[in-house]
C-alpha cells in the first residue's frame, strides 16, 4: 500500500476545521490537526484514527510564525510531504470599528490573516518541490462584502481572498492549486 495523502488542518480542535479533519480522514488522507487546545485536538485525532486514519495532533497558535513552520517542519519529519493545507484558525470580533481598539485589530490580523499568511509561506517551497499540492485558505462571505458590527472580521477575510487571488495566479506554474473558501452562516463558538 502507498504511503497516504498528508493533510495539514489548522484550527482543527472545532467545527469548521474539526469537520474538515473528518472528512480528509474518512477520503485517506493522513491528517496533522492544529490548535491551541491540545485536549480537542486529541479527541479528533482519536476520531480521525478511529475512521482508519493516521493523525497527528500539534499545537499551534497560527499568529506564531515559528509554531507555523514548526508545524509544517513537524508534518514533513513524520511523512515526508504536505499535499493539502487548509488554513482555517480564525475567531471575530462583534463591535462596531470605532469601538474596536487598537490592539484587538492587531490580533484578530495576527490570527485570521498572519496565520494564513504563514501557512501559505511554509509550505509553498515544499508544494513547489513536490510538483503539487492544494492550499485551501477559508475566508468568509463576509470576505466579500462587508457587514455592520463585523469590521475587523470583515477586513481580515478580505485580505484573505486578496492574499489567495494572487497566490492561485502565482502558484498555477507548479501545479499547487490555490482556493478560496467563503462560508456563510455556520454554528461556532
Known sequence: MSDPRVAIVTGASSRIGKETALALARKGYAVVAAARRADRLDEVCDACRSLGAEALA??????????????????VEAYGRVDVLVNNAAYGIHARVHETTGEQWRRIFEVNTFGVFYGCRAVAPIMIRQGGGHIFNVSSVIGKRGVPFNGAYSATKFAVCGMTDALRVEMMPHHVRVTSVCPALTETE
Open 58 to 75: 500539534v499545537v499551534t497558535d497560527v499568529a506564531d510564525e515559528d509554531q507555523v513552520r514548526a508545524l509544517v517542519d513537524r508534518t
